[in-house]
């Protein structure tokens, strides 16, 4: 009798081990299309992945990221976009505004994960905050309205300012967004800004900075953009060069060389992006 019982057992857990729909599952590794900043060593990518460890997803392991840079327009945002879609990800997370609109364009399926700055109700991401409705969920932290505060600061800090400069991608749609937010918190601080733009792939910081001294800029801020990532630290040693305060938009430049930041902490936001 005991026997019986054990082989019955037994002979359970061996069909169990060989049966074909739970070996498709075993073989089956889910894949996340991550779409961000300008190359793989961002360290939001690497917050995501901490996150991610933390729930016990192992890159490599039981889990797999498809990392792309994000484009500067929405044209390149949507190639890729499509090409994640041929490679059938699972996920698509992204903290890029205009990814994120190119994805929810792109399919209405595939769950879209998203660490914006920007108000994605106001963005058209989403139906509301508390429901989003869709297949678009994430993090909101609204770091765009910061820009009025960002203002203020700096004239705080520089109180006989004149003018302060908003050094942006000309390219970048998400940089004109932000431009646009500054200018609106200008108007009711009364000051004065100028424009500076430039464009990759090799952007003339040298004569943004001198249209600024020429302008008598008193401060600068940089909006956040992969191309003004990528060069981040040029862009602070000129601004001590020019002896130009600086407020940056993510807490990290000011490792880079930016002498201020009022920002939302960003490792935070991805390492909550992987629940």
Not at 73 to 79: E, F, I, P, R
Request: proline share 5%.
């Amino acid at each position: 009798m005991t026997k019986s019982i054990v082989f019955w057992l037994l002979g359970t857990f061996l069909l169990t081990i060989v049966s074909p729909v739970d070996a498709q599952q075993l073989t089956k590794i889910p894949r996340i299309g991550f779409v961000l900043g300008s190359d793989g060593s961002d360290p939001r990518l690497e917050a995501f992945r901490q996150g991610l460890r933390g729930l016990g997803y192992n890159e490599g392991k039981n889990l797999l990221i498809e990392y792309r840079p994000a484009g500067g327009n929405l044209a390149h945002c949507s190639s890729r976009v499509a090409e994640l879609m041929q490679l059938k990800v699972d996920v698509l997370a992204s903290g890029d505004l205009l990814t994120i609109q190119a994805a929810k364009e792109a399919t209405k399926t595939i769950p879209i994960v998203m660490v914006t700055q920007s108000d994605p109700v106001a963005a058209g991401l989403i139906d509301s905050l508390a429901r989003p409705g869709g297949n678009i969920t994430g993090i909101a932290t609204l770091s765009r309205e910061l820009s009025g505060k960002r203002l203020e600061l700096v004239k705080e800090v520089v109180p006989r300012m004149s003018r302060v400069a908003i050094l942006r991608d000309a390219d970048s749609e998400g940089a004109a967004i932000g431009f646009k937010e500054y200018e609106v918190a200008a108007l009711s601080l009364k000051i004065p800004l100028q424009s500076l733009e430039v464009r990759g792939p090799s952007p003339d910081f040298e004569g943004a900075f001198h249209a600024a001294a020429k302008a008598r800029a008193s401060a600068l801020i940089p909006v956040r953009s992969a191309l003004l990532t990528r060069h981040l630290k040029r862009v602070a040693e000129l601004a001590i060069k020019n002896r130009t305060p600086s407020m940056c938009e993510r807490s990290e430049y000011v490792g880079a060389g930016c002498l201020m930041s009022y920002a939302t902490n960003d490792a935070d936001q991805f390492k909550r992006a992987a629940t």
